[in-house]
């Protein structure tokens, strides 16, 4: 059956520096998502991307965040500066189109020490 | 805001007994999706049941769907200790290109073998 990838599984990184998670969705998937889960709480959406563009983002989502399909296969989320408060488990997730459930990744857990 | 809360937040039965758990939400939806995610672990679809369907099916897992209530439900029947999972239901909300899910906080389902 057909998965979304993540890498790194891990990522650790002091608080100011710079991290790219990566995800490489579905192929035949239009829709991606990026979202986050800090430990013990809610799921919470980050963004949606379609046709090349962002077509969602939330408040979390600040000057901070950014996102890039930098080819027809990865999907990267780029954390500018991390702060201490941005660890927890990044998921990426796809759908061919909206009537489908999602497939999530396995997430990358990014600790920000 | 719409979003999917899960009662009860916890759930400890024994193997082979049925697990129900519940899901209320705020405004209208497209549909509603429930979600699997192991310790740890990333979230995985189980079921999507759309705002005109009251009940359905898939192995041992049935779904309700009451939308005047706004609620539903997820049956899980003759329960194994392989089951146990944090389940989240999740409303989906439309924007102008796909949607997006709101997660509830989710119910931590243990069974005992």
């Known amino acids: 059956e057909p998965e979304v990838t993540q890498t790194p599984s891990h990522q650790v990184t002091q608080m100011g520096q710079e991290v790219i998670l990566r995800c490489v969705p579905i192929?035949?998937?239009?829709?991606f998502y990026w979202y986050r889960q800090i430990l013990g709480q809610k799921v919470e959406f980050l963004v949606s991307?379609?046709?090349?563009?962002?077509?969602?983002k939330s408040e979390i989502f600040d000057d901070q965040f950014s996102v890039e399909r930098p080819d027809g296969s990865n999907f990267t989320l780029k954390i500018r500066s991390t702060k201490l408060e941005d660890s927890a488990m990044y998921f990426c997730?796809?759908?061919?189109?909206?009537?489908?459930?999602?497939?999530f990744g396995s997430g990358t857990r990014l600790t920000v020490v | 805001s719409q979003q999917g809360e899960e009662d009860p937040q916890a759930l400890s039965i024994q193997e082979g007994e049925n697990a129900t758990m519940n899901c209320s939400y705020k405004?209208?939806?497209?549909?509603l999706q429930w979600y699997r995610q192991n310790s740890g672990r990333g979230l995985v679809h189980l079921i999507l049941?759309?705002?005109?369907?009251r009940e359905k099916h898939s192995g041992r897992l049935r779904v309700t769907l009451d939308t005047s209530k706004k609620s539903s439900s997820l049956l899980i029947t003759a329960s194994r200790a392989a089951d146990t999972a944090s389940y989240f239901c999740?409303?989906?909300?439309?924007?102008?290109?796909?949607?997006?899910?709101?997660f509830g906080a989710g119910t931590i389902l243990r069974v005992k073998s």
């Open positions: 997730a796809s759908i061919p189109n909206p009537n489908y459930g999602y497939t």
């Open positions: 999740a409303t989906v909300l439309m924007m102008e290109y796909g949607n997006k899910l709101v």
């Open positions: 049941i759309r705002s005109n369907e």
């Open positions: 991307f379609y046709n090349n563009e962002i077509s969602e």
């Open positions: 405004t209208s939806i497209n549909n």
């Open positions: 192929s035949n998937h239009l829709y």
